[in-house]
Nanobody, 122 residues
Framework: QVQLVESGGGLVQTGGSLRLSCAAS????????MGWFRQAPGKEREFVAR??????LYAESVKGRFTISRDNAKNTVYLQMNSLKPEDTAVYYC?????????????????WGQGTQVTVSS
């Protein structure tokens, strides 16, 4: 059974940093695209970043501030978030597709973690 478990969320001031982790089990995801999404209250879940063999792909709103990376030996994906803004406040989810490839749409991902809350105070 595939499980994704996020950690690392919390409360931080504007301009601060956090690093989220997503530990995967039940399957080796080293050859899979892995993604990070977020959902703010009252809003749709949105794409944040994904990582493939070709590197990272980012939403425009986080480009230059967030960095996605992975440690295949640990089956873990990270999201380093710098220069955080109040509008980054959301529940952040790690996701993986059924098959190796996926784009930026929520529907392309089958497996989801439980989410971790990130709150940025102004």
């Amino acid at each position: 059974q595939v499980q994704l478990v996020e950690s690392g969320g919390g409360l931080v001031q504007t301009g601060g940093s956090l690093r989220l982790s997503c530990a995967a089990s039940g399957r080796t995801f080293s050859n899979y695209v892995m993604g990070w999404f977020r959902q703010a209250p009252g809003k749709e879940r949105e794409f944040v970043a994904r990582i493939s063999r070709n590197g990272g792909l980012y939403a425009e709103s986080v480009k230059g501030r967030f960095t996605i990376s992975r440690d295949n030996a640990k089956n873990t994906v990270y999201l380093q978030m710098n220069s955080l803004k109040p509008e980054d406040t959301a529940v952040y989810y790690c996701a993986a597709p059924s098959f190796g490839r996926a784009g930026i749409a929520v529907q392309e991902y089958e497996y989801w973690g439980q989410g971790t809350q990130v709150t940025v105070s102004s």
